[in-house]
């Protein structure tokens, strides 16, 4: 969505017809999930999920008998045993490829063979009201406003995932406003988000560019909050590394211990 003024009233009011369909007040925030991805896991009963920046999740995990390991991505080296299924809800979008493909790798390394990653992951083109809101006050006060960073493609994660020896099965883009809980929202994502250029401005030039972004937004304030127009893309994938010797048995008969096997015939 993109505009080269200030909002009118009729874009605000299309936007909230658009969006308050699916009641904004319930809508989750950015670090959550929503219930549904769980019918994406067809691990069985009983298997081990870990969720990597989604905690949020793991309650409705377990309701479904899932044993459910909630950690960041730096203690995946540390689980006892190869995960069925991880969901990862963290950051190697903000990474260059080669980055996350290497996050990618390791969560690879953690999971069984024929498990499931299930990602959900910020789109190209996320928070476009925001970014153009920083470009038109930006040009209105003579400045060029250059995006700090571009989000990967919903193309990018596959090819990053399957380089990894995991299979595409499942993939779409999807819009989700987001709520702020922050009546500066708009200023705290442009400092944080533009933050170099932001802080080479000077006070006046700041304020100035910061209430001009605010109303280029306003037609993403609802309800008395203000919400990002994020995109996201959603990604189940399957490892489809080649099968090893336990790996197979396992699959093929969960109650086989190759080690009870072994211990048996000495």
């Not at 505009?3 to 009233?9: A, C, L, N, T, W």
């Not at 995960?83 to 999971?111: C, M, Q, R, S, T």
């Not at 609802?222 to 099968?243: F, L, Q």
Request: proline fraction near 2%; charged fraction near 30%; glycine fraction near 4%.
């Amino acid at each position: 969505m993109s505009m080269q003024g200030k909002p009118s009233k009729e874009t605000a009011e299309a936007f909230l017809n658009k969006f308050n369909k699916t009641d904004l007040e319930k809508l989750p925030l950015i670090s959550s999930y929503t219930k549904d991805i769980t019918s994406l896991i067809t691990a069985r009963e009983g298997g081990l999920i870990v969720c990597i920046g989604c905690d949020t999740l793991a309650e409705a995990l377990r309701e479904k008998a899932y044993r459910t390991v909630c950690i960041d991505e730096s203690e995946l080296d540390a689980l006892s045993e190869r995960a069925d299924a991880v969901i990862y809800n963290d950051e190697p979008h903000w990474h260059e490829e080669k980055k996350f493909g290497a996050i990618f790798e390791k969560i690879v390394k953690n999971l069984k063979v024929g498990g499931e990653l299930i990602c959900e992951l910020c789109e190209y083109k996320n928070c476009e009201t925001l970014h153009g809101a920083l470009k038109y006050a930006f040009n209105k006060c003579g400045l060029k406003y250059e995006r700090e960073f571009e989000f990967p493609t919903m193309g990018d994660y596959v090819k990053a995932l399957e380089n990894c020896g995991l299979r595409a099965e499942y993939a779409v883009v999807f819009d989700k406003p987001t709520l702020c809980k922050d009546e500066n929202a708009i200023r705290d994502w442009a400092n944080t988000y533009a933050k170099k250029q932001i802080e080479a401005l000077c006070k006046e030039t700041k304020d100035g560019v910061l209430l001009d972004a605010e109303i280029y937004c306003l037609n993403l304030f609802a309800n008395g909050n203000w919400y990002t127009d994020n995109v996201r893309t959603m990604i189940k994938t399957k490892n489809a590394n080649e099968h090893d010797l336990a790996s197979l048995l396992y699959e093929l008969c969960p109650d086989f211990s190759l080690q009870a096997l072994l211990d048996e015939k000495h």
